[in-house]
Nanobody, 141 residues
């Protein structure tokens, strides 16, 4: 069992920055890739970024502005978000994917919400094992 608790959301002005944290607890944390997803009002949840043993993935909307990182000692994964715009408004969730269960590519697909182009060729039987409760990010114009 893995628990994920997000924090760091809030209200920020256009062009501002936020750092989201995903505090993890539970067994075998080193076996999990951690991803960030977001859901805007009235829209489907989408992947933002993923940090796995095989590397990192960023959605096109996040490239150059967001950075995912991990502090192993603090068991926390961060999402540094710069140059925020109202399009970044939404609830941000972190997610844990159990890496031993999937190939490296499947892990990155599950962890990022199918961001890499090669995910389109996979049968979608991979999945996120655990979700956090989410943290709200609101960017004012």
């Amino acid at each position: 069992q893995v628990q994920l608790v997000e924090s760091g959301g809030g209200l920020v002005q256009y062009g501002g920055s936020l750092v989201l944290s995903c505090a993890t607890s539970g067994a075998n944390l080193g076996s999990y890739a951690i991803g960030w997803f977001r859901q805007a009002p009235g829209k489907l949840r989408e992947g933002v970024s993923c940090l796995a043993k095989a590397g990192t993935v960023y959605a096109d909307s996040a490239k150059g502005r967001f950075t995912i990182s991990r502090d192993i000692a603090k068991k926390t994964v961060y999402l540094h978000m710069d140059r925020l715009s109202p399009n970044d408004t939404g609830i941000y969730y972190c997610a844990a994917v159990y890496e031993p269960r999937w190939s490296e590519e499947e892990t990155l697909c599950a962890c990022s919400g199918d961001v890499p182009a090669y995910c389109a060729g996979f049968v979608k039987n991979y999945e996120v094992a655990y979700w956090g409760q989410g943290t709200q990010v609101t960017v004012s114009s």
